[in-house]
């Protein structure tokens, strides 16, 4: 790291403290490292400044030439593994040596391209790291490798915004762009797998809120997803919204009785278009004699009626009657 002039600082799917933020901030600001911070962490979700983070990475490592461009000579990734295939894709091309940092020292490198994985806890590591490149000559990253990093940032972002501006109701990316802008501090946000938390990664940006941010991308199933969104509601006592889609609620329709047997009260963001809208995304797509039957699974349910069993049932029709509910 102290020799090098080209490195990355990649924050995954993890609940990272305060001091963790801190701390993280001041290897950036000491090697001049840009921060990758995945949808699925809490870093976009904090009080702190948030100038040394790069948000839109998924978004622009989607072009080959960028990956290409940017190489970078080792890559620090704590928590688990990105959310979006372009990182994964990254990893997996990049000639960078890529240090895995966690707790357990669990291997989260699906891509298989990681140099070795160190068991520590985030600040420890972090502390150790400073103290250390205090006793040698520190060699910065380049400025142009870093700047690169901010120019692409600030382009997407530029792009995102004047796109999300014009979206047709009900597009997705806007949904979750919109909670995660209107949600105070001191909320749970709970995003189930599969494309919500994908939405969250590729359009949300950053939030003014202090919001606690949970989703559970270990297994990345969509069973089981608001039963844990009615313990973290119950176990936090604060104001609880779960963002989820259909087949995802469809699985876990019984964890609703929780809310009713233990007065859990929960708000849930059902985004229904009746199936698995990710396999879409798939080459598999172009096979429409199996794909509907056994990729995208329509289900045909009557939300309202069964959401209803358990508790109140509102129909979003347009963005003015979202708005007016958030």
Not at 41 to 49: E, G, K, V, Y
Not at 159 to 170: D, G, H, M, N, T
Not at 238 to 244: G, H, M, R
Request: glycine share 6%; with cysteine; proline share 4%.
């Amino acid at each position: 790291i102290s020799s090098s002039g080209k490195g990355i600082i990649f924050c995954g799917s993890d609940h990272y403290s305060s001091e963790f933020s801190k701390l993280c901030g001041e290897i950036s600001k000491k090697f001049n490292l840009p921060i990758i911070a995945d949808g699925a962490s809490n870093l976009r979700f904090t009080s702190r400044s948030k100038k040394q983070l790069i948000v839109n990475a998924a978004n622009f490592l989607r072009s080959q030439e960028t990956r290409k461009k940017i190489n970078p000579d080792f890559i620090i990734q704590f928590g688990s593994a990105p959310t979006s295939k372009s990182l994964l894709d990254f990893f997996e091309e990049t000639d960078a040596e890529i240090f895995g940092v966690n707790s357990f020292g669990d291997n989260h490198d699906p891509s298989l391209s990681s140099t070795g994985v160190i068991k520590s806890d985030y600040e420890s590591f972090c502390q150790k790291l400073l103290t250390e490149s205090s006793k040698n000559d520190i060699v910065k990253n380049k400025t142009e490798f870093n700047s690169l990093f901010f120019e692409l940032d600030k382009k997407v972002e530029k792009i995102k915004v004047e796109f999300l501006k014009s979206a047709q109701f009900p597009f997705e990316g806007k949904i979750i762009y919109n909670i995660a802008n209107t949600i105070p501090s001191k909320f749970n946000l709970m995003v189930s797998n599969s494309m919500p938390i994908r939405d969250l990664d590729f359009f949300v940006s950053t939030s003014k809120a202090k919001t606690n941010l949970y989703c559970s991308r270990g297994a990345s199933g969509i069973d089981g997803i608001t039963s844990p969104a009615l313990g973290i509601a119950n176990a936090s006592k604060e104001p609880t919204i779960l963002v989820t889609g259909d087949l995802a609620f469809f699985h876990d329709l019984n964890g609703l009785s929780l809310s009713k047997l233990l007065s859990i009260p929960l708000t849930v963001v059902l985004i229904n278009n009746n199936g698995g809208g990710i396999f879409e995304m798939l080459p598999i797509v172009k096979y429409k004699n199996v794909f509907t039957k056994f990729f995208k699974t329509p289900h045909n349910l009557n939300f309202k009626d069964l959401a209803a069993g358990f508790g109140a049932h509102e129909l979003i029709k347009n963005w003015n009657d979202f708005y007016s509910k958030l």
